[in-house]
């Protein structure tokens, strides 16, 4: 926020250097990130007047000038085609110093002395605007009569300090002149003079000129507006245009200067139609159409939507909302009625359009702060009587003011000790009542409580805890005592979420595995990879508003496609041997579009291949998993679409599902470009409430095991961990042990068949067992495979 400290003493003294100023202001709770000296570099330019011009002697291209500087009369050589005799002219003396560093020297120029030099508006480091009239090729001509010998910089506002707040987006009240002035007043003890606003009217009622109606009053909450006739288009007068400049705004004519002052002053974003164009004689605030299009004041035609609010007349939109005004209502030279706008915009709905259209503007950036819909009136006013003082016009007798719900003055109440709790010192209550009062929140104090009446500029105070901020910025930090920290020291520790799978990471990490990270947003084109059918509910994603690119377009419903991506990689920069790891949420929306938060379901994730890596070697890793955390799983065949259909597995604990796991299809390794991969999916939440803390013991035992290998011939699609489990029940308590060693197809074992190989171990805790027992279980293990799925002895 640039405020320049001449517009600042129109409102308060500041009689303090500029550093002073500074620190001041940052005490206070304004925080301050630098200020300009304006014209810094600019030194010996006065105004001067050509008295005498005549042809050099020696030189065509160049005259000799004659000019009255007010002390005397000096000799200056110039090659400038505007000069004429009586011309009135910026001229830099021997000495002088000018923009970019330049430095004035008395000459001689063909034989002829020159004592100077005439200057152009750019040779002064000026913008073109702040003198509609300056010539661009040739030396700044004044169309105002300035005394002789005065510095320039005074003319121009150069002699001039801006400094620049960083003001905080709780505070729009500060996003102004007015507002920040309020802030030095405070800050410096001095005393704060709102300036009076009157004008005279000239009859006539408002309402025969124009008719405004807000069809979206929840997006407008006031919209006001009054008319101007016997308009004069000019340029500003210089006071203005400095004013204008040194806070960034281009002047351009004295109607849209009008607004853009009053924007700067008040903070209230106005604009200005042109009442002929305004078609019907009618404003209608309203929401566009799906369609519309709008050519705005930047020459861009702009495409509309029905969330956005804009400004039409009976005809169609002439202005979007908040944000910039219609090319078709714009002042021009032979404007002579207008009809001036103030109006309060919803924040969020400005913002939304503004991002929407690709459009940021100064009136945008206020209205997205929030504008005050109780203060709209104040800037209309303001507008008024600024188009009376420059007679650029007659005001029409009314104002038109649509504010069909007001907004109420708020009232604070808070007991004394509670703001001193806040505070941290034991302010007086007359101190607290002083500042608030002199903070222009009307306070007083009866049984221990402060009741504050909060002006209508101040919406960020609404409790007590403001009110403490309030006074204790202004009592001084500087005040406050210097404690030592207290209260109880607790050591930070993880939750249980964070030590299970910092847990996870060592285990894996000892097994030989490394972590990989990947981003959550992946391409729709990621499920077509792995093969997952269009009605598979883990296409159905949250899309990213606003994304990156489609690659980054939607949130995961799976690691897999992700985990598949890393391994590739590896893969394909030669890496003989590869195991990954990836704990993660995957992203489970509920419905689409969505409506409410996604579920997000912590997942590991992993991947591996090499040499000498199979189904067993990945479900070795699961199976470690899971015994680590007293899990006791069943393994059922998967049906998987990116999984082989005859190696892989689903871990099933009773009806649910925590684990799946085996090989990569071949299709969707080829659509990778990878070799032979095996991948593991595993639901920690599942595994969280299904692990046990309790680890079972057992005395080593005394007496032997015996071990026993069995080699079974069943139908290829017995599943191998059914068979073993019908073994393991088949020897009862007598079990120690069992797994598997063997799978295979091919020679010497029938078409449709497979030969699956077992081994396990027996043994009693209380005996040795003889073979009688031995042959046995092992006679009921033969007839128990045999019955369950016809499986004979390999022989």
Known sequence: MLAPISWIKRYTDVNMPADKLTSTMIMSGTAVEGYEELGAEISGVVVGRITEIKKHPNADSLVICQTDIGEKTIQICTAAKNVFEGALVPVSLNGAHLAG???????????????????????????????????????????EDY??????????????????????????????????????????????????????TCGGDVNDYISVKVENEQLCPRFTGLIVKNV??????????????????????????????????????????????????????RNAKKGEVL??????????????????????????????????????????????????????????????????????????????????????????????????GEIVDGVIDCYPNPVQQKTVKAEVSYLRTLMGVNVPVEDILSILNRLGIESTEANGVVTSIVPMYR??????????????????????????????????????????????????CGAGFNEAMTFSFISPKAYDLINLPADDTRR????????????????????????????????????????????????IPKQVPITELVDERPTLQLGMYGADVDFYTIKGVVDMLLDRHGIKGSYKRANEP???????????????????????????????????????????????????????????????????????????????????????????????????????????????????????ALRAADRTLTDEEINKVWDKVIANVKASFDADLRS
């Not at 063909?110 to 605007?129: A, K, N, T, W």
């Not at 121009?156 to 002035?181: H, K, T, W, Y």
């Not at 004069?232 to 849209?256: D, E, F, T, Y």
């Not at 009110?467 to 406050?480: I, N, S, T």
Request: proline share 5%.
């Open 101 to 143: 560093g330049l430095k004035i020297k008395s000459t001689k120029m063909r034989g002829e002395v020159s004592d100077g030099m005439f200057c152009s508006y750019q040779e002064l480091g000026l913008p073109h605007g702040i003198y509609p009239s300056a010539a661009e090729d040739g030396i700044l001509i004044f169309e």
């Open 147 to 200: 005394p002789l010998g005065t510095d320039v910089k005074t003319i121009f506002g150069m002699d001039d300090i801006i400094m620049d707040f960083e003001i905080l987006a709780n505070r729009p009240d500060c996003q102004s002149i007015i507002g920040v002035s309020r802030e030095v007043a405070m800050a410096t003890g001095n005393k704060f003079n709102e300036p009076e606003i009157s004008y005279p």
């Open 232 to 285: 004069k288009i000019q340029p500003s007068p210089q006071w203005m245009r400095n004013a204008l400049n040194a806070v960034g705004i281009k002047p351009i004519n004295n109607i849209v200067d009008i607004t853009n002052y009053v924007m700067a002053e008040y903070g209230q974003p106005m604009h200005a139609y042109d009442l002929k164009d305004v078609r019907g004689a009618q404003i209608i605030v």
């Open 295 to 392: 050519r705005t004041l930047d020459e861009k035609d702009r495409e509309l939507d029905e969330d956005m609010l804009i400004i039409s007349d009976g005809e169609g939109a002439t202005g979007i909302a908040g944000i910039m005004g219609g090319e078709d209502s714009e002042i021009k030279d032979d404007t002579t009625t207008i009809f001036f706008e103030a109006a309060s915009f919803d924040f969020a709905s400005v913002r939304v359009t503004a991002k929407k259209l690709g459009m940021r503007t100064a009136a945008s950036s206020l209205f997205e702060k929030g504008v005050n819909p109780a203060l709209t009136m104040t800037g209309l006013r303001r507008a008024a009587q600024l188009v009376c003082e420059l007679g650029a």
């Open 459 to 508: 919406t960020d105070i609404e409790r007590g805890a403001d009110l403490a901020e309030e006074v204790l910025r202004y009592f001084g930090y500087d005040k406050l005592p210097s404690t030592l920290m207290a209260g109880e020291m607790v050591p930070g520790s993880m939750g249980a979420k964070q030590s299970f799978q910092y847990a996870l990471r060592d285990m894996l």
């Open 540 to 587: 159905m994603s949250a899309q990213i508003l606003n994304p990156l690119g489609e690659d980054y377009s939607i949130m995961r419903t799976t690691l897999v496609p992700s985990m598949l991506t890393s391994v590739a990689h590896n893969y394909n920069q030669k890496i003989t041997e590869c195991a990954l790891f990836e704990i993660a949420p995957v992203f």
């Open 642 to 760: 990116y999984m082989h259909p005859g190696r892989s597995a689903v871990v099933m604990v009773g009806d649910t599902c925590i684990a799946c796991l085996g090989q990569v299809h071949p299709d969707v390794a080829k659509n990778y470009k990878l070799g032979e991969a095996y991948i593991a999916s595993i639901d920690l939440n599942s595994v969280m409430s299904l692990a046990s803390s309790t680890v079972d013991a057992k005395t080593p035992p005394k007496y032997p095991a015996v071990t026993r290998d069995i080699a079974l011939i069943m139908n290829a699609d017995v599943p191998a961990g059914d068979c073993m489990d019908v073994i393991a029940s088949s020897c009862g308590k007598l079990l120690d042990s069992i797994s598997i060693f063997d799978v295979y197809q091919g020679r010497g074992v029938p078409e449709g068949k497979k030969s699956v190989a077992y081994t396990f």
